[in-house]
């Protein structure tokens, strides 16, 4: 089957989301599917990824980039939310003042807050939003890299969560209003509270109907990326969702050298391996562009350029905390492992942690068959275990405390029951709560020589760094309210725990701004991944965090190889836009890493991959 009838036997859905791991091709291959769907019908080409490429890839004018049936938009996750707030906060408030022993200006400033997960909760809803306001159009879906969509996929049962402890704090006030007239009685609260678990089950019903949803895998032949296409398809099956076929992106079909005929069997036993259809999608010997409702090849063969000897170490100067930022796919998990295996190889005598704080975690897949050197500890965070180990440590406290707030102890069956399903909720953007606490932890504890954080996706990663702050607020808002309510609160281990998370963050912004702490970006020689290279390198020196060196990944080598001559000569022009990037580029420089033969899957191959400095 060709990508063209592989697309028409979904032609019949009102959604179809592209997934997989960053870099196989998601936003290249949804844009095919787009063009192709919006030459019959009404397409609406959405990207659940914060830090989209659709305008990268279109430009920025509708009027003379794509064709008049596609429309294309990316998540404006803030925007969402603050409609979400105009359309539902009164209610929620009316629902916390009778349900809880917060008062209503508590409960605005907790909604008010920047809530970590908020692109997911936002975008499962708006996909929702999109189907039901669009009954005639297609709606294909650009999704974040794998980890994040994940979540954004279990978003459903979050807001089913949500409406299950509505309804708790509800029974509250319909069990006194029994109590004093003797009846039962549904007031507009009831029936908001109805709609709100009817619009969730719908809209979870939309995505898990194989007659109106499907999510089809993009990967490429390379091990990890079939590995974690596999765990994919196993996790999105189980949620309910159809997964009619995969895409293997890049796939060799016209050989014209050894190189191309060893990919092609590559490809072959991926085709083999990844466990359900596969469709392919040819590999381009020039860079797609989407430009007037056509693809087209990224122009004529043109000469290489390069302002100079490219820097071939990188050193991060004084930093014991090294982010590795960049796109999805660039290759942050290979460097990082490369970066930690090879300090830890030369300083035996010092202690190195490597963490993946990127809800796929690819950096599992490194270390999974050889163990690392004793001196480097691998981490990764596992959100459902931190979130049961924190229920369970702060439940019985919540509770004492409830119980000392209720007067007379009345109404502590409805509150405990209401308080129990908000705790059972783990929040979608706990991976980076979590990671927030443990990097605080990392970075204060002088044993260790150098921290090295494997991230997520740019949009993420810059989430991330805003975290201390935004979680800063909710602790500080937390505290405000024990303080309130200090003659009826217990003692106990939650306020100390607050003020310890309240130092500890405030300690981990002050080191992202210090020379502690540095970040080298990754990125391919690719137009939009370059595009986004630039503004995440413009973000970081606006908020005055040091990238020390910036690294182009899988640049294409000089071979015999038609197909990558011609790509090797636009990747090279490609690179020239990064060179003397920022306010201080003589403190960092471009280096290149080349594409292997083969994917460097061996421990003592990652060291040599990437050569940094060490004191």
């Known amino acids: 089957m060709g990508l063209d009838e592989a697309f028409d036997s979904l032609s019949s859905r009102r959604v179809v989301m592209f997934g997989g791991k960053g870099g196989v091709g998601k936003t290249t291959v949804s844009c095919f599917a787009a063009l192709h769907y919006a030459k019959t019908r009404k397409v609406i080409l959405f990207s659940t990824d914060p830090a989209s490429n659709l305008e990268d890839l279109f430009g920025s004018d509708p009027a003379t980039q794509r064709p008049s049936d596609l429309v294309i938009e990316a998540i404006d996750a803030r925007a969402l939310y603050a409609k979400f707030l105009e359309t539902n906060l009164t209610n929620l408030l009316e629902i916390g003042d009778r349900g809880t022993y917060l008062d209503r200006d508590e409960l605005r400033r907790f909604f008010e807050l920047s809530l970590p997960g908020v692109d997911e909760l936002m975008a499962w809803m708006r996909i929702g939003e999109l189907a039901e306001e669009n009954a005639g159009s297609l709606i294909v879906v650009d999704t974040a890299p794998t980890g994040h969509t994940m979540r954004m996929l279990d978003a459903s049962g979050h807001f089913r969560q949500f409406a299950g402890a509505l309804d708790a704090m509800q029974a509250k006030h319909r069990g006194m209003v029994q109590q004093f007239t003797r009846r039962r009685v549904r007031d507009a609260i009831d029936e908001y509270i109805t709609r709100f678990e009817g619009d969730a089950r719908r809209r979870r019903e939309l995505l898990t109907d194989p007659a109106t949803a499907a999510f089809v895998p993009v990967f490429l032949s390379e091990p990890w990326v079939v590995e974690q296409t596999r765990r994919v398809i196993a996790e999105v099956r189980e949620d309910g969702i159809d997964v009619p076929f995969a895409i293997l992106n890049r796939a060799v079909l016209d050989p014209d050298c050894n190189r191309d005929r060893t990919l092609q069997k590559?490809?072959?036993?991926?085709?083999?391996?990844?466990?359900?259809?596969?469709?392919?999608?040819?590999?381009?010997?020039?860079?797609?562009?989407?430009?007037?409702?056509?693809?087209?090849?990224?122009?004529?063969?043109?000469?290489?350029?390069?302002?100079?000897?490219?820097?071939?170490?990188?050193?991060?100067?004084?930093?014991?905390?090294?982010?590795?930022?960049?796109?999805?796919?660039?290759?942050?998990?290979?460097?990082?492992?490369?970066?930690?295996?090879?300090?830890?190889?030369?300083?035996?005598?010092?202690?190195?942690?490597?963490?993946?704080?990127?809800?796929?975690?690819?950096?599992?897949?490194?270390?999974?068959?050889?163990?690392?050197?004793?001196?480097?500890?691998?981490?990764?965070?596992?959100?459902?275990?931190?979130?049961?180990?924190?229920?369970?440590?702060?439940?019985?406290?919540?509770?004492?405390?409830?119980?000392?707030?209720?007067?007379?102890?009345?109404?502590?069956?409805?509150?405990?029951?209401?308080?129990?399903?908000?705790?059972?909720?783990?929040?979608?953007?706990?991976?980076?709560?979590?990671?927030?606490?443990?990097?605080?932890?990392?970075?204060?504890?002088?044993?260790?020589?150098?921290?090295?954080?494997?991230?997520?996706?740019?949009?993420?990663?810059?989430?991330?760094?805003?975290?201390?702050?935004?979680?800063?607020?909710?602790?500080?808002?937390?505290?405000?309210?024990?303080?309130?309510?200090?003659?009826?609160?217990?003692?106990?281990?939650?306020?100390?725990?607050?003020?310890?998370?309240?130092?500890?963050?405030?300690?981990?912004?002050?080191?992202?701004?210090?020379?502690?702490?540095?970040?080298?970006?990754?990125?391919?020689?690719?137009?939009?991944?370059?595009?986004?290279?630039?503004?995440?390198?413009?973000?970081?020196?606006?908020?005055?965090?040091?990238?020390?060196?910036?690294?182009?990944?899988?640049?294409?080598?000089?071979?015999?190889?038609?197909?990558?001559?011609?790509?090797?000569?636009?990747?090279?022009?490609?690179?020239?836009?990064?060179?003397?990037?920022?306010?201080?580029?003589?403190?960092?420089?471009?280096?290149?890493?080349?594409?292997?033969?083969?994917?460097?899957?061996?421990?003592?191959?990652?060291?040599?991959?990437?050569?940094?400095?060490?004191?």
């Open 266 to 615: 590559r490809d072959a036993a991926a085709r083999a391996g990844i466990g359900i259809e596969v469709v392919d999608s040819p590999r381009w010997c020039v860079p797609v562009e989407f430009g007037r409702g056509a693809v087209a090849g990224g122009g004529s063969r043109v000469a290489g350029r390069s302002s100079g000897k490219a820097p071939t170490t990188c050193d991060p100067g004084p930093a014991t905390i090294l982010f590795l930022a960049g796109k999805g796919g660039v290759g942050k998990t290979t460097i990082a492992s490369s970066i930690a295996l090879q300090l830890a190889n030369r300083n035996p005598e010092k202690r190195y942690t490597v963490i993946s704080v990127d809800p796929a975690h690819a950096l599992r897949d490194v270390f999974a068959t050889e163990k690392p050197p004793a001196n480097l500890s691998v981490e990764t965070i596992d959100t459902r275990a931190r979130w049961q180990q924190l229920r369970e440590t702060l439940g019985d406290e919540i509770e004492r405390a409830m119980n000392s707030i209720t007067p007379g102890n009345l109404t502590v069956a409805y509150d405990g029951e209401a308080m129990r399903k908000l705790v059972d909720m783990a929040p979608p953007g706990a991976d980076e709560l979590f990671a927030v606490s443990r990097l605080a932890d990392l970075a204060a504890d002088d044993s260790q020589a150098m921290v090295i954080v494997d991230t997520a996706p740019t949009g993420h990663f810059l989430r991330l760094l805003d975290l201390p702050k935004t979680a800063g607020d909710w602790v500080r808002e937390f505290m405000r309210i024990l303080l309130r309510y200090r003659e009826v609160l217990p003692a106990g281990t939650l306020g100390e725990e607050l003020v310890r998370a309240s130092r500890s963050l405030h300690s981990l912004e002050e080191t992202l701004h210090s020379e502690r702490a540095a970040v080298i970006v990754v990125t391919r020689p690719e137009r939009i991944v370059v595009a986004e290279t630039r503004r995440l390198i413009d973000d970081l020196d606006n908020r005055k965090i040091h990238v020390c060196c910036v690294v182009a990944n899988y640049v294409t080598p000089e071979n015999d190889c038609q197909c990558d001559q011609q790509m090797r000569a636009h990747e090279l022009v490609t690179l020239a836009a990064l060179e003397n990037r920022g306010p201080r580029p003589e403190a960092r420089g471009l280096m290149t890493v080349e594409r292997r033969e083969a994917p460097v899957t061996r421990l003592a191959g990652l060291a040599a991959l990437f050569r940094v400095a060490s004191d």
